[in-house]
């Protein structure tokens, strides 16, 4: 990754998790986005009383990086503070997440320690998307 770190990205994920609001589930969550200008844009999952108005860390960042214009991305870490094994992005995430990054983007995560991560990319945690098929232009006529 140009001139910064996963390791850089992930520390950036863990400060983000220190904002997390999350008196419900107590998983506090951050993620760090890596952007195509270098800056790193970082969210944290914020909950609700009605359970299911939680947004997740990640696609709060994805979020937050499309409302500042910033539509390239190079990477995204994921730490979550609460867990001994590391924490991926839910199904709802993966979709958010595909709708605007490559296939290719490396995707970090990590429980509390951020050496042991997963490494892997949008396409191996969303596979056979038809938006990327469509980007690629395999449904043009
Ligand atoms: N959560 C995230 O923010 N990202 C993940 O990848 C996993 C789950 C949050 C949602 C909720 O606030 C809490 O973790 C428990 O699911």
């Known amino acids: 990754m140009e001139n910064i770190s996963v390791e850089k990205l992930m520390i950036e994920a863990k400060k ?4 997390s609001y999350s008196p419900y589930s107590h998983f506090t ?4 986005l890596l952007c195509a200008d270098g800056e790193i844009v970082t969210a944290a999952n914020v909950e609700n009383r ?5 947004i997740c860390a990640e696609r ?6 499309i409302s500042l214009g910033k539509t390239d991305y190079k990477a995204l870490a ?8 590391p924490v991926s992005p ?3 995430c993966r979709q958010v997440i595909s709708e605007f990054a490559d296939g290719s983007m490396p995707v970090y995560f990590s429980g509390v ?13 969303f596979p056979f998307d038809a938006l990327s098929e469509m980007k690629n232009g395999r449904y043009e006529e």
């Open 16 to 19: 983000a998790s220190e904002y």
């Open 29 to 32: 969550v951050g993620a760090a």
């Open 50 to 54: 009605s359970y299911g108005l939680t």
């Open 60 to 65: 709060s960042a994805v979020v937050k990086a």
């Open 78 to 85: 994921i730490y979550c503070g609460k867990a001994d094994y």
């Open 90 to 92: 839910c199904g709802a």
């Open 113 to 125: 320690d951020i050496n042991n991560r997963v490494e892997t990319t949008v396409a191996e945690l």
